[in-house]
Nanobody, 126 residues
Framework: QVQLVESGGGLVQPGGSLRLSCAAS????????IGWFRQAPGKEREGVSC????????YFADSVKGRFTISRDNAKSTVFLQMNNLIPEDTAVYYC???????????????????WGQGTQVTVSS
């Protein structure tokens, strides 16, 4: 049984930082792509950043480029999303997910991901 558990969310002021973690179990972690997605109230879920295991290819949404970084620790089956210089528009529930990562051009497409965590709330507000 695949289980993904996100942590690290919370309330932060604009300009602040948070580090999200996604711990995976029940899956051969280094065989898959891991993605971070977010969903703000009234908006569709969107891909934020994804990383592929085979070659560590990464994707970042334009809105987070230069501010967010993604990394993985295969030994601990954990993926991290470092979020710096946060802005109110980053407020959302953040989810991690596991997918095949077979198609690089679809690395951060939602329907390429099969297993999802329960999400962690990130709120950026003064």
């Amino acid at each position: 049984q695949v289980q993904l558990v996100e942590s690290g969310g919370g309330l932060v002021q604009p300009g602040g930082s948070l580090r999200l973690s996604c711990a995976a179990s029940g899956v051969t972690f280094d065989h898959y792509a891991i993605g971070w997605f977010r969903q703000a109230p009234g908006k569709e879920r969107e891909g934020v950043s994804c990383i592929r295991s085979t070659d560590n290819s990464t994707y970042f949404a334009d809105s987070v480029k230069g501010r967010f970084t993604i990394s993985r620790d295969n030994a601990k089956s954990t993926v991290f999303l470092q979020m710096n210089n946060l802005i109110p528009e980053d407020t959302a529930v953040y989810y991690c997910a596991v997918g095949s990562g077979l198609l690089l051009f679809r690395l951060c497409e939602i329907d390429e991901y099969e297993y999802w965590g329960q999400g962690t709330q990130v709120t950026v507000s003064s």
